[in-house]
């Protein structure tokens, strides 16, 4: 067990509201991602972290903000939260050379 | 563009046979990790390699880098193993993975 906790767990939300994911980590572990899970595309990378303050888009990045202001935090923002981004959200970390660590994901519903 | 691409997507087996899994990539790897995710489960790290293989318990997952092929393989199938198997790799000089998109693995008694 890394340690991981994302919250909340689940959320149901109205389009055009922002809304905050967060992932919490206890090992110190470099690198945080974030990934959303939909039918038929698998994970997808929405945005990583390699370190405080340090953060970089992924391949599905449009719509959504991260911040990382200490090792242990991830925070995932939509700023104006479209039923588009209806989806299960993961947080993973890793350290150098090592495996990956998921948390139990965050289902978020956008009506 | 680092292509990731696993067969077969969906996979029916009888309990106790021999199930193998493969995953292809395209581009130059660093490390390719194999994940397991039960339905509305979680997602766990079962293997991290680099090259050869790796065993834990009866799971087997193997590599060959010149190639870009990997296969994890499962010994004596039981109905817990159903799950979805994911490969991710880590591209060379990047932080950051790429996945495939699974492989649903039905295991019946």
């Known amino acids: 067990d890394a340690g991981i906790t994302q919250s909340p767990r689940h959320k149901v939300t109205e389009t055009g509201t922002p809304v905050t994911l967060r992932c919490h980590q206890t090992?110190?572990?470099?690198?945080m991602y974030w990934y959303r899970q939909d039918p038929g595309h698998g994970l997808r990378l929405i945005h990583y972290?390699?370190?405080?303050?340090?953060?970089d888009k992924g391949e599905v990045s449009d719509g959504y903000s991260v911040s990382r202001s200490k090792t242990e935090d991830f925070l995932l923002t939509l700023e104006s939260a479209t039923s588009s981004q209806t989806s299960v959200y993961f947080c993973?970390?890793?350290?150098?050379?090592?495996?990956?660590?998921f948390g139990n994901g965050t289902r978020l519903t956008v009506t | 563009k680092n292509e990731v691409e696993q067969s077969p997507q969906n996979l029916t087996a009888q309990e106790g046979e021999f199930i193998t899994i493969n995953c292809s990539y395209s581009?130059?790897?660093?490390?390719l990790h194999w994940l397991q995710q039960h339905p509305g489960g979680g997602i766990v790290s079962l293997f991290m390699?680099?090259?050869g293989k790796k065993k834990h318990g009866r799971l087997i997952a193997t590599i060959n880098i010149q190639e870009k092929h990997s296969s994890l393989h499962i010994t004596a199938s039981h109905p817990r193993d159903s799950a979805v198997y994911i490969c991710?790799?880590?591209?060379?000089?990047?932080?950051?993975?790429?996945f495939g998109k699974g492989t649903k693995l039905t295991v019946n008694p």
């Open positions: 993973a970390v890793r350290g150098v050379d090592s495996p990956l660590h």
């Open positions: 090992e110190n572990h470099r690198y």
């Open positions: 972290s390699y370190g405080v303050k340090d953060t």
């Open positions: 581009v130059g790897i660093s490390a």
């Open positions: 390699l680099s090259s």
């Open positions: 991710a790799v880590e591209e060379g000089g990047s932080e950051k993975l790429v």
